[in-house]
């Protein structure tokens, strides 16, 4: 979507290189953990230092960049169900980049896949431009030994604390110094900000998020595998689609609370539940060659908690078989059934593996995302009202007698929030607000949009 610098921070597993990414980009973006193994996908995050944008790029921990079969494991890995997709991205990754920040311990000292990663680097990628970082380099003590990475050949070794930040700045400074070299002509000027449209892929493990990120992007980005929790970190992805800019968010899969497990799952939740309510749009994903289960319910309804938009994704379209003209009713009858509260959030039927019907997320998307800011005039809201009173009016209090309700008011977009007046206080049911939220959102074509209405009392 940019042609900003590319700067890239490889290493061996367990360098330090997330702590790094975060610091650099100066927010916990990725997953740290002293557990080797812990970053799989690429995780990318923008950095702006010294009048210069770049995009930083954080990669899975291995100990060789070819592929197992030609290259001897030179260690025990915690990837070994995804070591090849991880090394496959990372040379990818490494040809477009304009800078490799290649990371090492010094606590440890050289180790034997610092010595071959470096090697095979240097022989595969012989013009790239490479700082060598010597990261953990949390006290004094540590500064000298430093000097242990000459041996690898990439020159003068770096000394930086990711963890305490020391010397990052300076890291920056010779990030920038070389970038003004190699990439003068696209790295000139402060990046502008255009605002993005932000989406969560959202659902249990296993139902087919990642490989709908994959298709709706139309590249390989994200590792697709059936073990449950491949995806550990919310990966972003930034996308252009018919003059407006996405970022796309594919989350860890969120099971049954009682199943998670404690440290990096339990992160990874959270911030899969953080990144979906932070979200304009959220795409529920369900398996629909499976029953749908109460985990589905749950994660609706904190979807509808979080007043997100929310587009339905009924994946694994192509696995339902002796499909007729009314299969995709019948279905579609079934998941607005179990989601009772979810009718105004629009259906579509994919299959994110061949890519079927995925173009069209992204057209509704755009067009939720125009309802989402829609503005209506004090004038067809008030008529809007006179003709939802007329066909259902509220209840009648014995005490109070009927509430009067009168002079509905936009008074936010993004999503759109109304105001309503009543004359009497405590005598509504909220199922009357309902109504008038749901014939509010049928009268001006709201799909997939939270509809709200608060109630403005009189005052006392």
């Known amino acids: ?243 407006q800019n996405f970022t796309i968010i594919d989350t860890a899969g969120i099971r049954r609370q009682a199943n998670v497990s404690q440290g990096l799952e339990k992160i990874s939740v959270r911030k899969s539940i953080d990144n979906a309510q932070s979200s304009n749009i959220c795409l529920l994903v369900l398996d629909i060659s499976q029953p749908l289960t109460v985990q589905d319910n749950k994660l609706s309804d904190l979807l509808m908690q979080s007043k997100t938009s929310i587009i339905i994704i009924a994946n694994k379209w192509d696995l339902i078989e002796d499909k007729e003209v009314t299969t995709i009713n019948k279905y579609t009858n079934y998941i607005y059934r179990y989601f009772a509260f979810l009718t105004w959030a629009p259906i579509v039927f994919v299959s994110a593996k061949s890519g079927q019907h995925v173009h069209k997320i992204l057209d509704l998307a755009l067009e939720i995302n125009k309802q989402r800011n829609l503005k209506i005039s004090d004038s067809a809201l008030n008529k809007f009202l006179k003709r939802a009173l007329k066909m259902h009016r509220p209840n009648q209090s014995k005490i109070y007698g009927r509430p009067y309700l009168y002079d509905l008011t936009q008074v936010k977009t993004n999503p759109p929030r109304f105001e309503i007046k009543m004359s009497k206080t405590n005598q509504i049911n909220p199922t009357y607000i309902r109504y008038l939220e749901n014939s509010l959102r049928a009268q001006f074509k709201l799909e997939g949009v939270p509809v709200s209405i608060d109630l403005k009392l009189p005052k006392k």
Not at 60 to 68: A, C, E, H, Q
């Open 1 to 243: 979507m940019n042609s900003l610098p590319k700067v890239i921070i490889f290493g061996r597993a367990n360098t330090g290189k997330s702590t790094l990414f975060n610091r650099l980009i100066e927010q916990p973006k990725a997953l740290t953990s002293k557990l080797a193994g812990t970053t799989r996908d690429l995780n990318i995050g923008q950095v702006y230092w010294q009048g210069i944008n770049f995009d930083l790029i954080d990669t899975g921990g291995i100990d060789t960049i070819l592929p197992k079969k030609k290259v001897k494991q030179l260690a025990p890995t915690a990837n070994i169900d995804f070591a090849n997709e991880i090394i496959r991205r990372t040379q990818m990754a490494i040809k477009k980049a304009d800078l490799i920040l290649f990371t090492v311990d010094v606590q440890t000292g050289p180790l034997p896949q610092d010595r071959e990663l470096a090697r095979t680097l240097k022989k595969l990628f012989p013009d790239k431009d490479i700082i060598l970082v010597a990261n953990k380099t949390d006290s004094l003590k540590y500064q000298p030994r430093s000097a242990e990475f000459y041996q690898l050949g990439l020159g003068e070794p770096f000394s930086v604390s990711a963890l305490n930040g020391m010397a990052t700045g300076d890291l920056l400074d010779e990030v920038v110094n070389k970038l003004k070299i190699i990439k003068k002509s696209k790295s000139g000027n402060k990046l502008e900000k255009i605002k993005s449209l932000k989406i969560a892929i959202i659902g249990k493990p296993n139902v087919g998020k990642s490989s709908l990120l994959n298709a709706l992007i139309g590249e390989d980005r994200v590792i697709v595998s059936p073990i449950p929790f491949t995806t550990r970190e919310s990966i972003d992805t930034d996308l252009a689609y018919k003059g």
